[in-house]
């Protein structure tokens, strides 16, 4: 049996705050207590949570590719992410993969399922965060389902969400950032040839509505199999969010419009929202705040998307504008996400529940992970602390050394 000792924390339980120590032994925490024990690591007053949980994020791609097709090896950029990931306190990274061939962004269905199958192959220790993978569905390539299910048998409730990025709606319901978005992959060099591009999108999605009711019969049946969890995507409207409701979608990833969330909340959805459009004080497309939708009680879980440091710099700044208080901003990023993807075990501080946290340094001028505790292990330390013994007695110490 292996056993870690916290001592000298400020512990954020279901109740609040416990100051004192946190006991693991082997994977689990069996004790919290009110006072400092003397052995242990002394954290120093450092505020320990759960790991945070992002239930999204497309990072990976910008790993392999810094550049767009520079394609550094997919081993090396799973690592990186890693560690990039836990630096922010994330524990359970899951990797947004799109099952269907986007030229722009070298997506491929081939290039889907390898990255699928190197996620799954990672040995429990191989990496610091756990990883998984949600299941991106385009729906106007229902081709690429069958490779998407079969992948996603290999995992435990797998999330699967329904994308369609045609411009007019949805997140480019405004074509003027559409426009702005997609010159950023494709060489168009003029505005005829941008308008005839534009055109070519909306023909396509309106001469082949049988391809979306593919894509839209075989995901409803497995969500109402259970097979899956299913999720909508970027619902510009109540009457859309109320469709990928009827299909079983029980989570409304980045509804952009107050309607279209609204109805989520009204239909009993989980609703997820971004933290970079907390971090930079609004939506790169336009749409709506994220601020808005957590002071309105609009938002259940906040996700990375694609800057994984922006989850707990989101966290914080709900804490310091008191728009959220420290427990309900944290549940954002910690229980609600463990609920959605039925992991009981994670998400919480309490006796019985698995030893997986984040060491928090909540410094004024900016949060910073200081260590990532994983399964009863410290797996590891970042911002350069370390655990040094202490003048007054023989217990390590946790210093942190400013970068």
Same mark, same amino acid.
């Given at each position: ?17 416990? =100051? ?21 690591? !002394? ?38 992410? !890693?560690?990039?990931? *836990? ?28 990255? *699928? ?11 610091? %965060? ?69 055109? %070519? ?37 109540? =009457? ?25 909340? =009204? ?27 957590? *002071?309105?009680?609009?938002?259940? #879980? ?36 463990? =609920? ?8 919480? #501080? ?37 655990? %040094? ?9 946790? %210093?942190?050394?400013?970068?």
């Amino acid at each position: 049996m292996t056993e870690l000792t916290l001592t000298n924390a400020r512990i954020l339980v279901s109740g609040g705050i416990v =100051e004192g120590s946190l006991v693991a032994e082997d994977d689990r925490i069996v004790a919290i207590d009110s006072f400092d024990r003397p052995s242990g690591l !002394d954290l120093d007053g450092a505020l320990v949570v759960p790991g945070l949980i992002d239930l999204h994020n497309d990072g990976l791609e910008g790993e392999i590719n810094p550049r767009p097709g520079i394609g550094l090896p997919l081993d090396f950029a799973i690592s990186n992410f !890693d560690r990039r990931a *836990a630096a922010s306190g994330i524990t359970l990274a899951m990797h947004a993969i799109t099952f269907a061939g986007m030229e722009k962004k070298g997506r491929t269905l081939d290039v889907a399922n390898e990255r *699928a199958l190197a996620i799954r192959a990672l040995a429990p220790g191989e990496t610091v %965060a756990e990883h998984g993978v949600l299941f991106r569905a385009d729906v106007w390539q229902p081709e690429g389902l069958t490779a998407l299910f079969d992948r996603a048998a290999q995992w435990h409730q797998p999330i699967v969400t329904l994308n369609d990025h045609t411009p007019g709606q949805g997140q480019y319901r405004d074509l003027t950032i559409y426009r702005g978005a997609i010159t950023k992959w494709a060489s168009l060099e003029s505005e005829a040839e941008m308008d005839a591009h534009i055109d %070519a999108k909306v023909r396509f999605a309106t001469e082949n509505p049988g391809l979306a009711q593919e894509t839209f019969r075989r995901c409803s049946e497995q969500a109402k199999a259970g097979s899956v969890i299913l999720g909508s995507h970027d619902d510009d409207s109540a =009457e859309r969010t109320e469709f990928m409701r009827g299909l079983g979608a029980t989570i409304a990833e980045f509804p952009v419009t107050i309607d279209a969330a609204l109805k989520a909340r =009204e239909l009993g959805m989980t609703i997820v929202a971004g933290a970079p459009n907390i971090v930079r004080g609004g939506s790169h497309s336009g749409n709506v705040s994220a601020v808005e939708l957590v *002071a309105l009680g609009l938002c259940d #879980i906040l996700v990375a998307d694609y800057h994984a440091p922006s989850l707990l710099l989101a966290v914080q700044r709900l804490v310091d504008s008191r728009t959220l208080d420290l427990a309900q901003a944290m549940k954002l990023v910690t229980s609600n996400p463990a =609920e959605a993807m039925n992991r009981p075990e994670l998400g919480e #501080i309490a006796v019985g529940r698995e030893a997986t946290l984040a060491i928090i340094d909540p410094r004024p001028q900016g949060w910073r992970t200081v260590a990532i505790v994983r399964r009863g292990e410290v797996r590891a330390t970042f911002n350069r602390p370390r655990f %040094a013994p202490d003048a007054q007695s023989t217990s390590p110490r946790l %210093a942190v050394v400013s970068n």
